[in-house]
């Protein structure tokens, strides 16, 4: 069955561990008075879009916050390989409660800035009922991102199709010096927002992982490797992740 966008039920699904082993306990860290995980709360609650958002914790910490702030919360294992694994449980969880979606989204919780509208273009790609897996991208800009291992780089087809992600600079542009490239070609960043069809994430969950993830160590590899298509869409907006401690020292300096 196909659904207009009207129509669609929507998740968003805010994965968070305690137990971060570069920054334990982020999800409670607090910006100017507010918890990362509510700030990420907020922002997702914006997107009219979602039907629902709910946090999927491991701790009782973190679900004791979020329920003292109003948000919707579930407990789920604490043996998860992946997000998109906590993502699983959570619509089983959900579907046991009487809850239903056609769509679900994956929602970094320690991006306490994403824009509501990255959450809506990325839900606008299923109009089309050929999209199972959808997510974002962006422009690269700067040599540095593009020679950082930390940016994951993206390269697509003609119809925004996900050819493959690595950590390394792709595509290599032969005969070219590399403080040249980015003015030569558009190379693009993945931004890690996805949504998928509640059908299909069912499906992800049960795959094995493959070489190719674990040589570069990112999970929508797998995907790519056993045959799911993942679409992207451009978006102008940048993230903010927080990982270490020192990245929410400086977030806290200039907001």
């Given at each position: ?190 931004i890690g927002i996805y949504a998928y069809r509640t059908g299909t994430l069912e499906e992800l969950v049960q795959l094995s992982s493959a070489s190719l993830e674990e040589t570069e ?39």
């Amino acid at each position: 069955m196909v659904f207009s966008e009207n129509q669609m039920r929507v998740v968003g699904i805010i994965p968070a561990r305690f137990a971060s082993t570069r920054f334990p306990g982020k999800p409670l860290a607090l910006i100017n008075g507010i918890s990362m995980i509510e700030r990420v709360y907020q922002q997702a609650s914006a997107c009219k879009e979602l039907t629902s958002v709910v946090v999927a914790t491991d701790d009782q910490r973190i679900f004791d916050h979020v329920t003292g702030f109003g948000g919707m919360v579930v407990m789920t294992a604490v043996s998860h390989r992946s997000g998109t694994d906590r993502l699983g449980e959570t619509i089983k969880i959900l579907s046991e409660e009487g809850s239903s979606y056609e769509i679900a989204v994956n929602i970094q919780g320690d991006e306490p800035f994403i824009k509501p509208e990255q959450i809506s273009a990325v839900i606008s790609l299923f109009r089309k009922p050929e999209i199972a897996i959808a997510t974002l991208i962006k422009k690269i800009e700067s040599g540095s991102d593009l020679f950082n291992s930390n940016v994951v780089k993206v390269v697509t087809d003609a119809s925004g199709k996900a050819l493959l992600f690595s950590r390394s600079p792709i595509p290599h542009f032969r005969g070219l010096p590399e403080d040249q490239w980015t003015g030569h070609y558009p190379y693009y960043k993945h931004i890690g927002i996805y949504a998928y069809r509640t059908g299909t994430l069912e499906e992800l969950v049960q795959l094995s992982s493959a070489s190719l993830e674990e040589t570069e160590s990112l999970e929508q590899l797998r995907w790519l490797w056993n045959g799911y298509q993942i679409f992207t869409e451009v978006t102008e907006f940048e993230t903010t992740g927080i990982d270490t401690p020192d990245d929410l020292s400086k977030l806290t300096n200039i907001i």
